[in-house]
């Protein structure tokens, strides 16, 4: 079978010999992209089953990736393999071969970027950050997240390298650089200072941490999400649907709150202030039976104090704990509310007033007598 197969391409090669040069390239090239895409068509066939899977595989991944890279790499393979068989002049081959190498380099680049998303699949798959208790997810994909960007930051750069340098000329003036290598390092110093200084603080928050990815933080009076972290500025969504877009050496170089350092629990406060009148153990009970009864608590922390005395009024400080902000925000709100409410309700007279004494002048008082 496989000498007949041998001998059938012969026999075709050799009908279609006598044909112009330009048609028989021509053949020649769609020969190779139709076995590229027959190959491309196989394998295709053959991961069938694990492209139909829901869930995590790294096949899968592989598969769903490598698609669209295969789609140039194989037909280049293919050209190189039968650029032998083409009748060409010794210009025209050398510049079919530069062609084909090019394109096999951004091809390969395009191949190890995609792989380094089926890393990132497998680790998302991993560490979900959909969980309450979510601190070593958003430690893991911090890092994932800074470090897929700067891989592939750095695959381009090689690759536009490896493409200069496949060039005799540029080989030349690479040398010539090198040799100057002290003065022209002093100069790319003094240009690049800002860029490498967002690069190496990238490095630092993406390995010491002061924030990760889902933080709540307080920035320049915002209240919001850290949703991106990329090799020079960090997106802050605000709770509004607000971008906050920040220098990453913002976060190296001033001060900010991070609510979810530690962890997502945090602490509620809420304030009221109320007449001297009201009675604070029938308060106390109203609290009781609200924070009891609201799903948002994490039955932790509950505790209401007389925190700060004033002229006409006192103020109660009502402590509560949540699983994390957007609870504990809720959760201040609903309580608000219903104590609010039940001081309306129930001890309306204990609402902040002003009181005034009226007196009579004294020498007013003695005329009249």
């Known amino acids: 079978m496989i000498f007949l197969s041998l001998n059938l391409d012969n026999d075709f090669i050799s ?56 789609n140039f790499f194989l037909p280049l393979v293919f050209i190189s ?31 190890l970027i995609n792989l380094i998303k089926v890393v990132q699949d497998f680790v998302v798959s991993t560490y979900n950050l959909q969980k309450e208790n979510n601190l070593k997810e958003r430690k893991i994909r911090t890092q994932l997240q800074f470090l897929r960007k700067f891989m592939v930051a750095l695959i381009l750069v090689l690759t ?26 002093i100069i ?29 933080l307080v920035v320049e009076g915002e209240w919001g999400k ?20 920040l220098p990453i050496t913002y976060f190296i170089e001033k001060p900010f709150q991070n609510w979810t350092r530690i962890s997502a629990e945090i602490l509620g406060t809420v304030f009221l202030y109320v007449d001297y009148t009201l009675p604070l153990e029938e308060l106390r009970k109203e609290y009781d039976r609200l924070i009891d009864n609201n799903k948002l608590w994490d039955k932790k922390v509950k505790v209401i104090q007389v925190t700060d005395t004033k002229e006409s009024v006192m103020e109660v400080r009502i402590l509560m704990s949540a699983n994390n902000s957007s609870d504990a925000f809720d959760l201040r709100c609903e309580i608000r509310e219903g104590l609010v409410s039940f001081i309306q309700k ?18 007013l008082t003695q005329k009249k007598s």
Do not use: C
Request: net charge positive.
């Open 188 to 216: 790319i110093g003094f240009a690049a200072q800002k860029s490498l200084g967002n690069l190496l603080a990238g490095f630092q928050i993406a390995f010491t941490q002061p924030i990760r990815i889902d933080d709540v």
């Open 346 to 363: 129930n001890y309306p007279e204990s609402l902040p007033r002003t009181r005034a004494e009226l007196t009579e002048p004294k020498n």
């Open 160 to 185: 536009v390298a490896a493409i200069l340098f496949s060039f005799e000329g540029m080989r030349k003036i690479g040398t010539g650089l090198l040799t100057s290598v002290g003065i022209g390092g």
């Open 226 to 245: 850290v949703e991106e972290i990329t090799l020079t500025y960090v997106v802050l969504h605000i709770w509004d649907q607000r971008r906050l877009i």
């Open 81 to 111: 393999s039968f650029s032998s068989l083409m009748r060409l002049s010794a210009i025209e081959r050398g510049f079919l071969n530069k062609a084909v190498e090019i394109g096999l380099i951004i091809a390969f680049s395009y191949i």
């Open 15 to 70: 009908n279609i010999s006598h044909l112009p040069d330009l048609v028989f390239n021509i053949i020649i090239l769609l020969i190779s992209v139709v076995l590229a895409f027959l190959l491309k068509a196989i394998f295709y066939r053959l991961t069938s089953y694990y492209r139909k899977q829901e869930e995590f595989s790294f096949l899968r991944s592989i598969v769903l990736y490598l698609s669209k890279p295969l």
